[in-house]
Every structure is written in structure tokens, then in C-alpha cells.
């Protein structure tokens, strides 16, 4: 008789056992990431990296920051054609993304990220050492942290011999986050409950509208960067880790003025079909405020990971401009 009864009895187990599903395995080109790489410390928090040794004869280090919401892998397709120029290749997961520790509750900020960077080039044993930073999206504003530390001789800076940017908000006032992105920062205790909900299904679809139509990821693609994200639960940080966005506007003048006053050799690679920094809006702005930098625009269908998208072209882009100084 009280049908709506029995059905929320038997919703709620149901419900319960959805909400704690494991994270998917990890595929075998997934595992042998994770497998080829090591962790350090920092603070309370283990931050795994991959360090590669490369060419012989170089003694170039670059070092790899990568964007939101994925990780280091986004740099997989280019990893050994990099390992042929430089003598050390370098990336790391930040807190809160891949396989890296993901606290909740934690405030995550582009400062504690600049922070884990000084960090494991510390552990390293690189603190002295010139490097070369490549960057993309998230990793876009903590290397322009880690720039401003530098141009203002900050105690344990990194000292950057070179930067690339690749599809970055670097200025707010050109940056459009996607809808869900908005939500999950400015959604209050709408954003925990989102986070418990976020599936395969939502995060592909999603992450898909910033790949270009000829560009989409293979479904095992999507999987391995799923599976990366529900590591150590991290769909449940988005919300957390979002707040970058917030970071950018609130410190734009530091963060462009670190760009717009180094004499640090500065490139951009661009995907001009990118919907989260448009073409030509982006570019215009970018050529305006840094005529200094040199910039390498990819093929117009190249949206918003333009290594996972055009390895090539982008791997080319950059050997060129590290060959260029």
C-alpha cells in the first residue's frame, strides 16, 4: 500500500553502495605510469613525480606542471621525445590531483602547488640548478607563481631558465570556466553533494567539450583520466581544488606582473579552438599585454590540450623555442 515507503527503503542501500564505488583499475599504460614514478613528502602530504634521466651530453632540466583536473599523464604522449633533448624530464601530480594525496577537508591554493614544486626540486637536488618550466592550464598560474618568486629573489625560489604556457587562463578577464566548473566553486553545500554524484558518464561528456571535434580522447583515454581523478577519492576535492579560479582574479597583478616584467625567455603554444580561453579574444590580449613572447598557434581544430591533441606539433613548438636562446 505504501509503495513510495518500500521503494526508499530499498533506494537508500542502493544509493549508498553507488556513492562508494570503487575507483575503476588501472589500465596497464596507467599502471606502468604510476609504477615508473616515486613520491616525496611534503609537510604531511605524499606528491608523486615522475624523473626521468634523458639525453646525453645535455645538461637541461625541464620540469612539467600540468593543468586541471587531470595530471601528469597529460604529458605521456610527449614524454620521450622530451627525454631526447633534455638531460632530466620532470613532472609531478599536485596535491589533490592523480596520484597524489587528495585531503579533505584542505584548503587547496596556487601558492601551497608553487610551495610542492620548491619542494620536490629540492628533494631533487636542484634547488641550484637552472630550469626549464612547461605548463599547461592550472599549471599556467602556479608557474607564474613560481615566476614571481623568482623576478623577486624569494628564499628557495626555482631558478627558471625558460617558460612555456599552453592554453592557460592566465588573464581572468579571458577566461570562461565551464558551467559545472562554476557551479562546483560557487555552489555552497550543493558542491560535496555534486562531487559524491559525478560520474564516467558526466566526466567525459564534460571534459569532452574541451577537446576539438577531430581531437577527442579514445574511450581508454577517458578512462585512464577518470580513474586518475577517483584515485584517493579525488572527485570529492574538485570543489575544493576550484577555488584557483577565484585566486586568479583575486591576484591578477601578481601574477600578470610576473609575466609582464621578466626577462625569463617566455613562449605560448595555443589550441585556438579552446572554449575556455577563446581565440581570438585570448590571443589578442596576450600578443597586447606580452609582445615580448613569442607564441606558436597549432591548426584550428586544437582546442584546449593541445599535447594530447597535436603531440607532434606541440613537441615541435617547444623544441623550438628552447633551441631558439
Known amino acids: 500500500k505504501e509503495w513510495w515507503i518500500q521503494v526508499g527503503l530499498l533506494s537508500v542501500p542502493l544509493l549508498a553502495v553507488y556513492l562508494h564505488i570503487p575507483p575503476p583499475k588501472l ?7 604510476r609504477v615508473s614514478g ?12 615522475r624523473d626521468s634521466s634523458g639525453a646525453l651530453g645535455s645538461s637541461d632540466i625541464v620540469v612539467l606542471l600540468h593543468g586541471f583536473p587531470t595530471s601528469s599523464y597529460d604529458w605521456y604522449k610527449i614524454w620521450e621525445g622530451l627525454t631526447q633533448r633534455f638531460h632530466r624530464v620532470i613532472a609531478l601530480d599536485f596535491v589533490g590531483f592523480g ?13 601551497e602547488q608553487a610551495n610542492i614544486v620548491e619542494g620536490l626540486l629540492g628533494h631533487l637536488g636542484l634547488r641550484n640548478q637552472r630550469i626549464n618550466l612547461l605548463s599547461h592550464d592550472y599549471g599556467d598560474t602556479v608557474a607564474q607563481e613560481l615566476l614571481h618568486r623568482y623576478e623577486h629573489n624569494k628564499t628557495g625560489c626555482v631558478l627558471i631558465n625558460s617558460l612555456c604556457l599552453s592554453n592557460g587562463g592566465i588573464f581572468p578577464e579571458t577566461h570562461y570556466p565551464r558551467f559545472i566548473q562554476k ?6 553545500l550543493l558542491s ?3 562531487t559524491r554524484l559525478m560520474n564516467y558518464y558526466f566526466f567525459s561528456r564534460g571534459l569532452g567539450a574541451v577537446f576539438g571535434p577531430y581531437t577527442q580522447p579514445s574511450a581508454a583515454e577517458y578512462w585512464d583520466m577518470w580513474t586518475a581523478i577517483r584515485t584517493n577519492d579525488g572527485n ?6 576550484l577555488q584557483y579560479i577565484n585566486q586568479r582574479k583575486k591576484h591578477r597583478d601578481r601574477w600578470v606582473g610576473a609575466l609582464t616584467s ?6 605560448l603554444i595555443y589550441g585556438p579552438l579552446d572554449p575556455v580561453n577563446p581565440y581570438p579574444e585570448f590571443l589578442q590580449l596576450y600578443r597586447k599585454v606580452l ?10 581544430h586544437i582546442s584546449h590540450y593541445p599535447q594530447l591533441e597535436d603531440p607532434m606539433g606541440f613537441l615541435n613548438a617547444y623544441l623550438n623555442f628552447i633551441n631558439s636562446f
Request: aromatic letters at 14%; zero cysteines; charged letters at 15%.
Open 99 to 111: 596520484f597524489s594525496d587528495k585531503p579533505r577537508p584542505h584548503r587547496y591554493s596556487i601558492f
Open 192 to 194: 560535496p553533494i555534486i
Open 38 to 49: 616515486r613520491y616525496f613528502t611534503y609537510k604531511t602530504q605524499n606528491i608523486f613525480y
Open 262 to 267: 621578466t626577462s625569463v625567455p617566455l613562449h
Open 27 to 33: 589500465s596497464p599504460a596507467l599502471h606502468s605510469w
Open 291 to 300: 609582445p615580448m613572447s613569442t607564441v606558436s598557434v597549432l591548426d584550428d
Open 236 to 241: 570529492l576535492v574538485v570543489d575544493s581544488i
Open 183 to 188: 557551479i562546483l566553486k560557487d555552489g555552497g
